[in-house]
């Protein structure tokens, strides 16, 4: 179905949301670092990032802007435990970030939101 780039520290949680969208026909990548994802992007631009705020020493606050800045940040589903409505706003006005989603959520409503993600950049190529 589509090609995602899942950035996330906890490997455990990772795997799980790897093995989920896999089942659900995507073929999926997994980076523990923004360092590590910007190496699988220079591989292969994904048609959805899925990624964390909060990697140890890396900000996505920071590195997400960083990769829209360079033209390098491809659709992105920010998703992670530090949610709230005026950070959810900020980080949605980053260009190509598609969306939000706060930890813990449920298999269905990632799936969801994948789905709408991907909905939406179709929109915008075809033009409608």
Same mark, same amino acid.
């Given at each position: 179905?589509?090609?995602?780039?899942?950035?996330?520290?906890? =490997?455990?949680?990772?795997?799980?949301?790897?093995? &989920?969208?896999?089942?659900?026909?995507? #073929?999926?990548?997994?980076?523990?670092?923004?360092?590590?994802?910007?190496?699988?992007?220079?591989?292969?631009?994904?048609?959805?990032?899925?990624?964390?705020?909060?990697? +140890?020493?890396?900000?996505?606050?920071? #590195?997400? /802007?960083?990769?829209?800045?360079?033209?390098?940040?491809?659709?992105?589903?920010?998703?992670?435990?530090?949610?709230?409505?005026?950070? +959810?706003? #900020?980080?949605?006005?980053?260009?190509?970030?598609?969306?939000?989603?706060?930890?813990? &959520?449920?298999?269905? #409503?990632?799936?969801?939101?994948?789905?709408?993600?991907?909905? /939406?950049?179709? =929109? =915008?190529?075809?033009? +409608?």
């Amino acid at each position: 179905m589509a090609d995602l780039l899942l950035v996330d520290d906890d =490997a455990r949680l990772a795997e799980l949301c790897a093995w &989920f969208l896999a089942r659900s026909g995507h #073929e999926v990548r997994t980076a523990g670092s923004y360092r590590e994802a910007r190496e699988l992007l220079a591989e292969r631009v994904p048609q959805l990032m899925l990624a964390d705020l909060d990697l +140890g020493a890396e900000s996505g606050r920071v #590195e997400l /802007r960083n990769l829209a800045a360079e033209g390098l940040l491809p659709p992105t589903l920010v998703v992670s435990g530090y949610l709230d409505a005026a950070l +959810g706003a #900020e980080l949605e006005a980053i260009e190509n970030v598609c969306g939000t989603l706060p930890k813990p &959520f449920d298999p269905g #409503e990632l799936a969801t939101r994948v789905e709408l993600c991907l909905a /939406r950049e179709t =929109a =915008a190529e075809g033009g +409608g």
